[in-house]
């Protein structure tokens, strides 16, 4: 692959200066922009106009394990099990006929990056922007630029496993298995309309033993684009060869459910899983994020009711040189993604993993990140990781001077949820096996806005469940509409919008592997100290990161700890490179009385929220939390 000058001028002086000297890299493409807003609008297929020639990407290094390899391999031409299937036969060829689809006389099989850029332009489903590392295809998911929670639903099969087990409510809505063929009905008929499709066969799960087969339908060019990002490609043509997926999803979310109101659904929206027959419809929502979600749920869901029980968890996690595993769950907000990027350790992955028998694994091949105010200095990996076969998503761009679309990360006037999805070797410091052995520690990240929780505290096995199932985190005013102070936001095993069964079944499998595994579980806050916000400080992360390499080096564990006499948690009394009076919360308060006032108030917060768990589960954890 021919690389661009100023791709091999980076380059070079990368390997002379090394990864964290930028500024002779960035001089060589520093740029004056005036800019000047462009309003484009969402994503749809246009007429087709000439392809635009791709500007290869950056050289990035790739890793196995935490050993560096040749900087010059591209991992992008190791994918390559492409094929265009035309005839009147495509779609029995390649399996599709088997739904019900057999209208497309040409089938875009497992695109290369390559010819999924192609594609992208000659269709005109979106713009090409000029970031930094290369030329990054960007699109406009229109109104839903997030998921659409309300409108997902799960068909309630009356006397089926997931009938029983299920845990039904506002996160898992029941819909009729006659709403659902109605639906699907629609769905094949407009794709039996269409003259070519999308059809991507893929993986989710990198272990072998527990890996599901998926395979996803789609109108555009973009969104095949998307789920090869996110998910585990096929390394070659025998592994795709007379593929029986586990699962389907069928994207026409060009279409509407005109009749939802007879159906008993909340929109014309419509995001509906059928486990029992293996497939799924999107309506209405071009959003990327639900192909990706979606999966995920069901993941919660197989794992968990597996003949041996195994763990699904919304976290990150990376490993080290000597094989320790670490995981990191927290909620948006509060550095899941940066604190487990780390310098001296391999990433696995950034966003979902699962516990086996085996250690834990990624379930996905590759990232979806947050771009709001994104900045080299703040986020390098992920802002060095946006370049060609990257996507972004809802970012605002802007014309430069020289005529050049350049994405505003600090213009959130679109949405605050701008995302970018890109493999996982856009990530210099990758653990390519993406499989490690069982985790050392397991650390839940808070962002506490009350400045009441100090900045690293250690968990018993009781109160490590508690604070798994509580899944707190705090909204601070401008966030949303409404807030105008401290908000808790409880969210159950740090995901609850995607758990498929109760809470506590998840935290009984989480208890049992640490327990067997001797993992130790610590509780970080990443937010407020010093006073609550709008009074206190925003914890530096430079003290975060200090306490992060102190858990992942084995000196917290040999810390001499106070007892909380609130939460009843462990307290370090000291750790290198943290101040001293951070450790303790209350120290940190020039008022001690307004710290005890905020102290008890958000220890009731917790309180009440797991009221909802009390008697639930094997063990009813309601004892291992705070005094009230």
């Known amino acids: 692959m021919m690389i661009s000058s100023s791709a091999c001028r980076r380059l070079m002086l990368r390997k002379a200066l090394g990864v964290y000297e930028r500024t002779a890299i960035k001089a060589l493409s520093a740029r004056s922009f005036t800019y000047s807003p462009i309003n484009y609008q969402p994503s749809t297929v246009k007429t087709p106009s000439a392809p635009q020639v791709l500007k290869p990407p950056t050289v990035q ?97 009356k006397g089926s496993e997931t009938a029983a087990n299920i845990d039904w409510g506002d996160v898992n809505q029941p819909t009729s ?22 059809v991507f066969d893929c993986f989710c ?29 096929p390394e070659n043509k025998d592994d795709i060869e007379n593929f029986d997926p586990d699962f389907t999803v069928i994207n026409a979310c060009s279409q509407v459910d005109e009749d939802w109101e007879r159906h008993g659904l909340n929109s014309e929206v419509a995001v509906v899983f059928n486990v029992e027959k293996k497939a799924a419809i999107i309506f209405g929502t071009w959003y990327g994020g639900e192909n990706k979600k979606g999966i995920f749920s069901l993941m919660n869901y197989w794992l968990p009711m ?15 040189k000597n094989g320790d595993s670490a995981l ?59 370049h060609t076969d990257a996507m972004l998503e809802n970012v605002a761009l802007h014309r430069s001077s020289d005529g050049k679309l350049v994405p505003d990360y600090f213009d959130v006037s679109k949405t605050q949820n701008g995302r970018v999805s890109y493999p996982i070797f856009h990530i210099d410091n990758y653990h390519k096996p993406q499989m490690a052995g069982h985790p050392n520690n397991i650390i839940f990240l808070t962002c506490d806005a009350f400045g009441v929780l100090p900045p690293v505290s250690k968990l018993s096995s009781g109160q490590a469940m508690y604070h798994f199932i509580s899944g707190y985190t705090a909204k601070v005013a401008g966030t949303e509409r409404g807030i105008t102070e401290p908000t808790p936001n409880f969210s159950a095993c740090f995901g609850a919008a995607f758990l498929t069964l109760h809470p506590t079944r ?35 992360i430079k003290t975060t990161r200090s306490c992060i390499d102190s858990i992942l080096d084995g000196t917290a564990a040999q810390a001499e700890f106070a007892n909380d006499e609130i939460f009843g948690f462990e307290v370090p009394v000291s750790l290198p490179g943290v101040d001293g009076h951070l450790l303790n919360p209350r120290n940190a308060w020039d008022n001690k009385d307004s710290y005890d006032q905020t102290a008890k108030k ?27």
């Open 602 to 628: 958000l220890a009731g917060m917790f309180a009440k929220n797991f009221e909802q768990f009390s008697g639930m589960g094997s063990t009813d954890y309601t004892k291992f939390g705070p005094k009230v």
């Open 61 to 157: 290094h790739k890793y196995k394990s935490t050993a560096a390899v040749d900087p010059c391999v591209s991992p992008r031409e190791d994918y390559n099990v492409s094929e265009t299937v035309q005839g009147n036969d495509a779609c029995s060829k390649v399996g599709i006929d088997k739904l019900g689809i057999t209208g497309p006389n040409t089938i875009y099989h497992n695109l290369t990056f390559q010819e999924l850029f192609d594609h992208e332009v000659a269709n005109g489903e979106g713009e090409v922007a000029h970031a930094e590392y290369g030329d990054t295809f960007t699109v406009d998911t229109g109104k839903f630029t997030g998921r659409s929670p309300k409108d997902k639903w799960i068909v309630l099969n």
């Open 205 to 233: 799960g990198a272990n072998p033993k527990s890996q599901k087969k998926i395979r996803f339908v789609h109108e555009m060019a973009w969104q095949q684009h998307f789920v090869t990002n996110m998910f585990i490609r």
């Open 177 to 198: 298995p006659e709403v659902f063929d109605e639906l699907y009905e629609k769905a094949i008929k407009h794709f039996n309309t269409k003259e070519k499709a999308y």
């Open 328 to 386: 990191f769950f927290g909620l948006s907000g509060t550095g899941k993604t940066t604190l487990s990027a780390d310098p001296h350790r391999a990433l696995i992955g950034d966003d979902e993993h699962g516990w086996d028998e085996d250690g834990v694994f990624n379930f996905e091949g590759g990232c979806y990140a947050k771009t709001i105010n994104l900045a080299e200095k703040t986020e390098p990996d992920i802002y060095r990781a946006i």
């Open 306 to 320: 597996a003949d041996n029980p195994q763990l699904p968890m919304h976290c990150s996690a990376n490993v080290g």
């Open 506 to 540: 998840y935290a009984d499998l989480l208890a049992e592997k640490m327990e067997k595994h001797d993992a130790h579980a610590w509780l970080v806050n990443t937010g407020w100290s010093g006073g609550s916000y709008g009074v206190g400080e925003r914890m530096s």
